[in-house]
């Protein structure tokens, strides 16, 4: 299983276990482990969208040596810029 499979799994599981669970403490505790789980996978798919553009600018560059961090750093900023787009679009 891959490791995103496997981590939306686990935060299946703990979904589930927040409705079974009488005791609020572990309740709250399941629930906290499940957000976490949820954000270390948008982090983690979020690497796979900066890796996928900074390959596509590199290509688009033809493929030059030794300016990796480069196109790395100017792929997030493409991204944080269309994300706040679109942030801002939709409070319109």
Same mark, same amino acid.
């Given at each position: 299983?891959? &490791?995103? *499979?496997? +981590? @939306? $799994?686990q +935060?299946? %599981? ?6 079974l669970? *009488?005791d @609020?403490?572990?309740? $709250? ?5 499940? #957000?976490?789980? *949820? =954000? *270390? %996978? =948008?982090?983690?798919?979020?690497? !796979?969208?900066? /890796?996928?553009?900074?390959? #596509?600018?590199?290509?688009r ?5 030794? /300016? #990796?961090?480069e196109f790395? %750093? #100017?792929? @997030?900023?493409? %991204? &944080?810029?269309?994300? @706040?787009?679109r942030?801002? !679009?939709?409070?319109?």
């Amino acid at each position: 299983m891959d &490791e995103q *499979k496997r +981590i @939306e $799994h686990q +935060i299946e %599981l703990a979904t589930r276990a927040v409705a079974l669970v *009488k005791d @609020e403490p572990t309740r $709250h505790r399941f629930r906290g482990f499940a #957000e976490e789980l *949820k =954000r *270390k %996978l =948008r982090g983690m798919m979020r690497r !796979g969208q900066v /890796r996928a553009r900074a390959y #596509e600018l590199w290509e688009r560059a033809g493929r030059p040596a030794d /300016r #990796e961090l480069e196109f790395w %750093l #100017e792929a @997030e900023r493409q %991204l &944080e810029e269309g994300d @706040e787009r679109r942030g801002a !679009g939709g409070s319109s």
